[in-house]
């Protein structure tokens, strides 16, 4: 590996572990590679994600997704701080996918990693949920070292073992399957791709004319340009090499796994249907700060500053798959829409109204309603803090500031189960806090009492992270780990001593002393009482598949019980 690439990511590693107080080297590559898969801070690391430790069967990060159909898409790493690749690893990563997919219920509830333990039994209790098939479904395993992959040579025996193993999963029957191994390189280049997204985009596109016949429209108002003309795919799919040209767009890409975006794919790269691309494609939708149409002879393109796709995430990274893999046929052309526009509630208009082919995010879709900026407003005004109407809203914010962002979905889910006493369907259907439940959430409720009950969930949530560093019986885990939700209701109700939510102006005073850190000791005091209770009171619930207990409603029966008699034996108490 170029010695300069070696200096650069070591060199991001040693400020990590001094930012984030990690002593451990070991220990601080895991949490840099998670950051780096993930593109995010120290501070958003989902714990629940690392299982590595011991009988952690040579996988330390487990990550579970499920995307707008209900697939379920695993993502496995093992992480190891050497210089190279071992064929043993890749027989004990192996040996954990076994343990994963095959072993029996059974063998895996004697496992002693409960992390571990844990993941497994929700990838299972997911996929049986669903009722999904294995190929609807996913799963990506990566083996990541400080190591070059250039230095392996081809007889290499972790070739050999790296080829078996792409066919064990092949042979598990999954949608999708892949094992990459990942080194320095790879670390490097994911880290310049992070960069990138920091930067805005300018392009030049070449456009098709011919003078025999109108081939581009233009208009032209007072609050934008636009611009709608037809472009070859090969020129979509240069641009779409920086993924940095989709922040704005309110979807992920679902890749090839999908119906539509495999149609798309074959359409673009078969020589007899490419032809018919643009007539069978929506199209894309892009905006940008301003373009300028170049009309030369035998050269017209446009030139765009700052350009982002808001619609076509789909079709232009299906595109770009075709470029890749060395069939885009070059009779594919794409239809595409332009607009140039600074004016930001414009540019929201353009991103919902033009975003009608895939399933859009519940949430992506609410999030320019006016309730939703009214609460936004209100909470930076009054409380000092961010709060997120739409994904990645503050990604580019200091990580300094990012403790102040405040989630709507997590207000949502915080909402469910502390003023609704929903914690189940907070834990496993947030999806009707966009649909069933969202004027009754953020267009009824009061925005004290919605930041009160996150702000309740946030400490909970933070509880959740220190304990992955402390010693606890396996049903405090189970507790912690799946009961966020239900600790919830159970610490404000203990904080306050009442079964019931503060009224307004109570729970105001309580988010701003949450906020200035003057309850610390309080909600300690809470959390501890309301764990030693639950640990006592559902223990026998949670001695197999502690998840399908905090999903069902029984869970919030059994725990109002338990609360009840709490409150009422501390009220005995005082007196």
């Known amino acids: 590996m170029d010695n300069h690439k070696q200096k650069l990511v070591d060199s991001k590693i040693r400020r990590f572990m001094d930012k984030n107080n990690i002593e451990k080297e070991d220990t601080a590559f895991l949490y840099f590679v998670y950051c780096v898969f993930n593109d995010c801070e120290y501070d958003d690391i989902d714990f629940t994600d690392i299982v590595e430790g011991s009988e952690d069967k040579q996988i330390d990060i487990i990550s579970v997704e499920q995307d707008d159909v209900d697939a379920i898409h695993i993502s496995l790493i093992q992480v190891k701080n050497e210089k190279g690749f071992s064929p043993n690893t890749i027989i004990g990563i192996r040996n954990g996918i076994d343990w994963i997919l095959n072993r029996s219920d059974s063998e895996v509830s004697g496992l002693g990693n409960f992390a571990l333990r844990s993941k497994i039994e929700m990838i299972r209790e997911l996929l049986q949920e669903k009722n999904l098939g294995l190929k609807q479904s996913s799963i990506n395993v990566y083996y990541v070292t400080r190591g070059s992959k250039n230095d392996i040579s081809e007889n290499n025996e972790v070739i050999a073992e790296k080829s078996r193993l792409e066919k064990e999963l092949l042979v598990h029957g999954f949608g999708e399957s892949s094992f990459t191994l990942v080194g320095l390189d790879d670390i490097f280049e994911m880290l310049e791709n992070a960069n990138s997204k920091r930067r805005a985009i300018d392009a030049e596109i070449p456009i098709k004319h011919d003078s025999s016949y109108p081939m581009f429209i233009e208009t032209y108002s007072d609050e934008f340009s636009s611009l709608i003309c037809t472009v070859k795919a090969s020129e979509i799919a240069k641009i779409v090499s920086n993924d940095a040209i989709f922040d704005r767009n309110i979807r992920k890409y679902l890749d090839t796994r999908g119906k539509v975006n495999q149609k798309i794919y074959e359409t673009c790269s078969k020589e007899e249907e490419s032809k018919y691309f643009w007539f069978l494609n929506n199209g894309i939708t892009m905006i940008c700060d301003d373009f300028d149409l170049k009309k030369i002879p035998g050269k017209f393109h446009v030139s765009l500053k700052n350009i982002q796709i808001v619609n076509g995430c789909q079709t232009s990274e299906t595109i770009y798959k075709a470029y890749k893999d060395e069939v885009l046929n070059e009779n594919a052309e794409v239809?595409?829409?332009?607009?140039?526009?600074?004016?930001?509630?414009?540019?929201?208009?353009?991103?919902?109204?033009?975003?009608?082919?895939?399933?859009?995010?519940?949430?992506?879709?609410?999030?320019?309603?006016?309730?939703?900026?009214?609460?936004?407003?209100?909470?930076?005004?009054?409380?000092?803090?961010?709060?997120?109407?739409?994904?990645?809203?503050?990604?580019?914010?200091?990580?300094?500031?990012?403790?102040?962002?405040?989630?709507?979905?997590?207000?949502?889910?915080?909402?469910?189960?502390?003023?609704?006493?929903?914690?189940?369907?907070?834990?496993?259907?947030?999806?009707?806090?966009?649909?069933?439940?969202?004027?009754?959430?953020?267009?009824?409720?009061?925005?004290?009492?919605?930041?009160?009950?996150?702000?309740?969930?946030?400490?909970?949530?933070?509880?959740?992270?220190?304990?992955?560093?402390?010693?606890?019986?396996?049903?405090?885990?189970?507790?912690?780990?799946?009961?966020?939700?239900?600790?919830?209701?159970?610490?404000?109700?203990?904080?306050?001593?009442?079964?019931?939510?503060?009224?307004?102006?109570?729970?105001?005073?309580?988010?701003?002393?949450?906020?200035?850190?003057?309850?610390?000791?309080?909600?300690?005091?809470?959390?501890?009482?309301?764990?030693?209770?639950?640990?006592?009171?559902?223990?026998?619930?949670?001695?197999?598949?502690?998840?399908?207990?905090?999903?069902?409603?029984?869970?919030?029966?059994?725990?109002?019980?338990?609360?009840?008699?709490t409150l009422s034996s501390m009220m005995v108490g005082k007196h």
Do not use: W
């Open 335 to 565: 239809l595409v829409k332009i607009y140039g526009t600074t004016d930001p509630s414009f540019v929201d208009k353009i991103v919902l109204s033009t975003n009608n082919q895939n399933p859009i995010n519940a949430r992506d879709l609410r999030a320019n309603e006016e309730c939703q900026r009214n609460i936004q407003s209100v909470i930076k005004e009054n409380y000092g803090l961010f709060f997120e109407r739409k994904r990645s809203e503050y990604r580019l914010m200091q990580r300094s500031e990012r403790q102040h962002i405040v989630s709507n979905e997590k207000v949502g889910q915080a909402a469910l189960a502390l003023l609704f006493n929903q914690p189940h369907n907070a834990l496993s259907n947030k999806g009707i806090i966009f649909n069933d439940y969202f004027e009754t959430i953020f267009n009824k409720q009061s925005i004290p009492r919605l930041l009160y009950s996150y702000l309740i969930y946030g400490f909970v949530e933070k509880k959740k992270k220190q304990s992955k560093k402390e010693a606890q019986s396996d049903i405090r885990k189970s507790i912690v780990l799946y009961g966020s939700f239900h600790l919830t209701k159970f610490v404000s109700c203990i904080l306050t001593m009442k079964k019931d939510l503060p009224k307004d102006n109570e729970c105001h005073e309580l988010c701003l002393d949450i906020i200035n850190k003057k309850m610390e000791d309080k909600l300690e005091i809470a959390y501890d009482v309301s764990l030693n209770a639950l640990e006592n009171g559902i223990s026998e619930h949670l001695r197999t598949k502690p998840l399908n207990f905090f999903k069902r409603a029984e869970s919030t029966k059994k725990i109002n019980e338990i609360l009840e008699h």
